[in-house]
């Protein structure tokens, strides 16, 4: 008795956030109550379309294909699915809580933090660094990695966005092998081998694009004379 009540109520469309205050007659006793309604349709419209657009980013953050991780005060606090198949966890909850250094080459610990700190003093993001990552089951993970300064239930984190490189830098590596070895064989056969583009208006004349380090010892020339 005597206590202020609220509640919501919604009469043709519209909604009213109630407050109830009791008034007393001369004996002390509650005699009713005076009613205040104010109208809150467009902040209930507005929070129902925050609660919308916050579940869209949550499952778009989930679902996707790149690492998402959220790092605060030396630990993880959030990582989606991708980040925790990318670091060998077998599920998010798994990396909450552990650091995030604890994934990163001991070689690239140091120039981390400094991107760290710069993120941090600037307020400003940095984008596509190339990091070493080493996963829970002793993987290496190459990955470009985008993070910028944010706010995470309250207090301030980094939001980092880690895309693995791995497929392409071990291709590369591979391209470079390969043109080594074939450069190897190119300096080493006994015959010139070399290439002629061919100049299309007409198929007569060409240029040489290429001549074996065996023409020198044959001819005398160095192949960079006959291009």
Not at 109 to 132: C, D, F, V, W, Y
Not at 181 to 196: K, M, S
Request: net charge negative; charged share 25%; proline share 4%.
């Amino acid at each position: 008795a005597g206590e202020t009540l609220t509640g919501i109520t919604e009469l043709r469309g519209v909604y009213f956030e109630n407050q109830f205050v009791p008034y007393y007659d001369a004996g002390g006793r509650v005699a009713g109550m005076i009613g205040v309604a104010t109208v809150i349709s467009e902040r209930l419209q507005a929070e129902a379309a925050l609660r919308e657009s916050e579940e869209r980013y949550r499952l778009l953050v989930e679902l996707s294909p790149v690492a998402v991780f959220v790092h605060g005060h030396g630990a993880l606090l959030f990582a989606n699915a991708a980040g925790a198949t990318m670091l060998g966890a077998a599920h998010p909850d798994e990396l909450i809580g552990k650091s995030l250094l604890d994934f990163i080459h001991p070689d690239h610990h140091r120039e981390l933090a400094m991107r760290a700190e710069q993120i941090e003093q600037a307020g400003k993001p940095r984008h596509q660094e190339e990091t070493q990552f080493v996963a829970a089951d002793g993987r290496t993970v190459y990955a470009e990695v985008s993070a910028a300064p944010i706010t995470y239930r309250g207090q301030m984190a980094r939001l980092a966005i880690v895309r693995d490189i791995s497929k392409r830098k071990r291709a590369e590596e591979a391209l470079r092998e390969n043109e080594s070895i074939q450069q190897l064989v190119l300096e080493n056969v006994d015959e010139v081998i070399y290439l002629i583009e061919l100049d299309p208006t007409d198929m007569l004349l060409g240029r040489v694009r290429f001549v074996s380090a065996r023409a020198e010892n044959i001819l005398g020339y160095q192949p960079e004379e006959f291009q």
